[in-house]
């Protein structure tokens, strides 16, 4: 199955109830390969609007960081967990989860990145089931063939500034480890 094959049937699917209430699915965008694969964890309203990731605030902090690192939306690969967006952004369901993760695996083992990173909790409980990002953040483990690398949510540094510098710094070292 192609990405292109994997993404239509993300645009029309009907697996959980999100779907019902949805202007776009958002199967992610990027390049095919891709070194870095960038998980977030669901569409917000800018997202469900247009049917593109990480459009909104926390996708202006994400471009931000990937071009301050020599990096563009373009070479990196960028979707999240869930394709389609929860009711006023709640949390994903473990129901969801489930249902919309194959097709998250069928994009990595298409893209087959260097390396995954992991933007908040969500993301990384899906690759790592019982981590806390207090814990985990900033550091790699293996998911499967892949190295996983975890950090912070972009959107957390819009609530807590303070994040910036380190998600800053943890972008640098995404950087170091692809290259
Ligand atoms: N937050 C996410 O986790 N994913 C998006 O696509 C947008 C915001």
Redesign the pocket.
């Known amino acids: 199955m192609s990405l292109e094959q994997v993404h239509s049937q993300i645009v029309s699917c009907t697996k959980c109830s999100l779907h019902e209430n949805r202007t776009n699915a ?1 199967p992610g965008e990027g390049n095919r390969n891709a070194k870095i694969f960038f998980v ?5 309203r800018n ?1 469900d609007l247009t049917g593109k ?2 459009v ?1 605030s ?2 202006k902090i994400l471009t931000q960081l990937l071009e301050e690192n020599g990096f563009s939306r373009e070479n990196v690969f960028i979707t ?1 967990i869930l394709k389609c967006r929860p009711p006023k952004n709640r949390n994903p369901h473990q129901n969801e989860i489930k249902a919309c993760s194959p097709y998250l695996t069928r994009q990595i083992n298409l893209i087959k990145p260097k390396l995954l990173v992991s ?1 908040g909790q969500t993301a990384l409980s899906f690759f790592s089931k019982n981590s806390k990002l207090s814990e985990k953040r900033g550091t790699l483990f293996d998911f499967e063939n892949f190295k996983v690398f975890s950090t912070y ?1 972009p ?1 957390a540094v819009i609530y807590n500034r303070t994040l910036l510098s380190e998600l800053k710094k943890d972008f640098k070292k995404i950087s170091k480890l692809v290259v």
Request: hydrophobic share 40%; aromatic share 6%.
């Open positions: 958002v977030g964890e669901a569409p917000g997202e990731p990480f909104g926390a996708g999240s933007l949510h959107a």
